[in-house]
């Protein structure tokens, strides 16, 4: 069990696992912003080729 008490988790392991979520929360918020960043760039490359192909 964590910290050896019965599930109790020490000061250090909390930090520690408070630590890897807000880490965590950053990644995923870095993902988000990727993933926007992924679909406006795939809207703009839809819209140019849509109007080189209404020009051929």
Known sequence: ???GRGGLV????????I????KNDRLMA?????EQQID???DKRTELLNALMAQV
Do not use: I, N, V
């Open 19 to 22: 630590e890897a979520e807000a």
């Open 10 to 17: 020490s000061r250090a392991e909390l930090l520690k696992l």
């Open 40 to 42: 406006a760039a795939t």
């Open 30 to 34: 870095l993902c988000d912003r990727l």
């Open 1 to 3: 069990m964590p910290g």
